[in-house]
């Protein structure tokens, strides 16, 4: 497969465990983040958004955490599966639709 | 519906070379937009298309242009290309009003 970044920083997690995935953001302007995950050979593939007037949004066994003050923004994903194993990456939306990512972080999941 | 679709999936050039790339978004979205994915610096934001025009622009050399059609497809343009060119280009498409972007699998350009 093609890789995504060479020096990424690795989580990895064991099936069936949860998994966080941290990430800072830099515009405190920034009024819309997106987590994406990204297999090997594929384009980004939405996750999950939030807008910055929340600090939680829960989908189907991911939560998105954000705290504006520190401008931290998180991905829990909740009962790991191999089928996780990806490149995530945070996104942030500070004017029309222009995406400034975050640097990605590979969750590798042990079975 | 039929996702984001992007042609050549892989091109090799050589340095001095111009290239274009292909995206034809969701259908009924008018935005496009365009990143150039790379080890060294992530994800980064080439420029955005809304309804044949230009509407943001990333931080890139004048090399990279690109145009959208009536029919909401783009095309990017890279002229004299340079090794560090070499990438993978990604086409994200997104609704009016929606700040969602779908991307679609990308072109990876090798410059030799």
């Known amino acids: 497969g093609e890789s995504v970044g060479l020096h990424l920083p690795t989580l990895s997690v064991q099936e069936g465990d949860n998994s966080i995935i941290n990430c800072a953001y830099s515009?405190?302007?920034?009024?819309?983040f997106i987590w994406y995950k990204q297999e090997s050979g594929k384009g980004p593939q939405f996750i999950i958004d939030?807008?910055?007037?929340?600090d939680k949004r829960q989908g189907q066994r991911v939560t998105v955490l954000l705290n504006k003050t520190v401008k931290h923004l998180s991905l829990q994903i909740a009962a790991t599966q191999p089928g996780d194993s990806a490149v995530y990456f945070c996104?942030?939306?500070?004017?029309?639709?222009?995406?400034?990512f975050g640097g990605g972080t590979r969750v590798l999941v042990k079975p | 519906k039929a996702g984001v679709t992007q042609t050549p999936r892989y091109l090799i050039k050589t340095r001095g070379q111009q290239v274009t790339l292909s995206c034809s978004p969701i259908?009924?979205?008018?935005?496009v937009s365009w990143y150039q994915q790379t080890p060294g610096q992530g994800l980064q934001f080439l420029f955005e298309?809304?309804?044949?025009?230009?509407?943001n622009k990333g931080n890139f050399p004048g090399r990279f242009s690109g145009r959208q059609f009536s029919n909401s497809r783009s095309e990017m343009n890279v002229s004299t290309l340079e090794l560090g060119d070499s990438a993978l280009y990604l086409c994200?498409?997104?609704?009016?009003?929606?700040?969602?972007?779908?991307f679609g699998p990308g072109t990876r350009l090798t410059v030799l």
């Open positions: 298309y809304f309804s044949e025009t230009q509407r």
């Open positions: 515009n405190s302007a920034s009024d819309y």
């Open positions: 939030i807008r910055s007037n929340m």
């Open positions: 996104a942030e939306n500070a004017a029309g639709n222009k995406l400034t």
């Open positions: 259908s009924g979205h008018r935005s």
């Open positions: 994200a498409s997104s609704s009016w009003g929606d700040n969602e972007q779908f």
